[in-house]
């Protein structure tokens, strides 16, 4: 085999997720790289606040300044109309309800800059285990009481419950 196979077989036995995207290109792959990396970050941001990692204020600072200057209109721009013939799994109401998307990448932007500006705060609060079970709504308030609502672990709710909720009007089960 030339060792380009074997790089290219390597990855895709480590990479399960990447298969999917063997064949997307162009602003689709773009997006789904940029969304995976959304995923790392608020992994690790979940697991520092869980004590699975230990907490760094300055990587969670980081990864906030991240989330934020990839979200609000950068990412809207990565949705060009009609971009999602196979394999992307974004719906057509995209298009159809612009202003509901752009409210998500934006409620994402703000919330991903309070993070980074909340990072230093005092760690109150819980959070689902998973950063995919984080929804809108009344368990979000209990992710610290009052006490809570300034520090990062309120922030880092907001942040997956605005990824979440995208997903559940934007992106097709799969
Ligand atoms: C404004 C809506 C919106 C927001 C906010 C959003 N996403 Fe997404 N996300 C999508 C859409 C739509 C897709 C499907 C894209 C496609 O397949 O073309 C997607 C796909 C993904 C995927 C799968 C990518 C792949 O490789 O197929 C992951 C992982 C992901 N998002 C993580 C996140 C995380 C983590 C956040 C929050 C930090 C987030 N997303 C915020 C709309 C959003």
């Given at each position: 085999?030339?060792?380009?196979?074997?790089?290219?077989?390597?990855?895709?036995?480590?990479?399960?997720?990447?298969?999917?995207?063997?064949?997307?290109?162009?602003?689709?792959?773009?997006?789904?790289?940029?969304?995976?990396?959304?995923?790392?970050?608020?992994?690790?941001?979940?697991?520092?606040?869980?004590?699975?990692?230990?907490?760094?204020?300055?990587?969670?600072?980081?990864?906030?300044?991240?989330?934020?200057?990839g979200s609000g209109r950068h990412m809207t721009a990565l949705f060009p109309?009609?971009?999602?013939?196979?394999?992307?799994?974004?719906?057509?109401?995209?298009?159809?309800?612009?202003?509901?998307f752009q409210h998500y990448a934006d409620m994402l932007e703000q919330w991903?800059?309070?993070?980074?500006?909340?990072?230093?705060?005092?760690?109150?609060?819980?959070?689902?285990?998973?950063?995919?079970?984080?929804?809108?709504?009344?368990?979000?308030?209990?992710?610290?009481?009052?006490?809570?609502?300034?520090g990062p672990v309120f922030a880092a709710w907001h942040v997956a419950a605005?990824?979440?909720?995208?997903?559940?009007?934007?992106?097709?089960?799969?």
């Amino acid at each position: 085999m030339k060792p380009w196979v074997h790089v290219a077989l390597f990855a895709a036995l480590t990479a399960p997720l990447a298969i999917a995207h063997e064949s997307a290109t162009g602003v689709v792959k773009d997006r789904m790289e940029q969304m995976e990396r959304f995923e790392e970050l608020i992994e690790r941001v979940f697991a520092m606040i869980h004590g699975e990692l230990t907490y760094d204020a300055a990587a969670v600072r980081r990864a906030g300044e991240e989330i934020r200057a990839g979200s609000g209109r950068h990412m809207t721009a990565l949705f060009p109309e009609g971009s999602n013939a196979p394999p992307s799994e974004a719906t057509d109401t995209i298009w159809q309800e612009p202003a509901s998307f752009q409210h998500y990448a934006d409620m994402l932007e703000q919330w991903s800059g309070e993070l980074a500006a909340r990072a230093d705060g005092r760690l109150r609060g819980t959070l689902p285990q998973k950063w995919e079970d984080a929804e809108m709504g009344p368990a979000m308030m209990q992710g610290g009481g009052m006490m809570g609502r300034s520090g990062p672990v309120f922030a880092a709710w907001h942040v997956a419950a605005a990824c979440n909720a995208c997903h559940a009007e934007f992106r097709k089960e799969e």
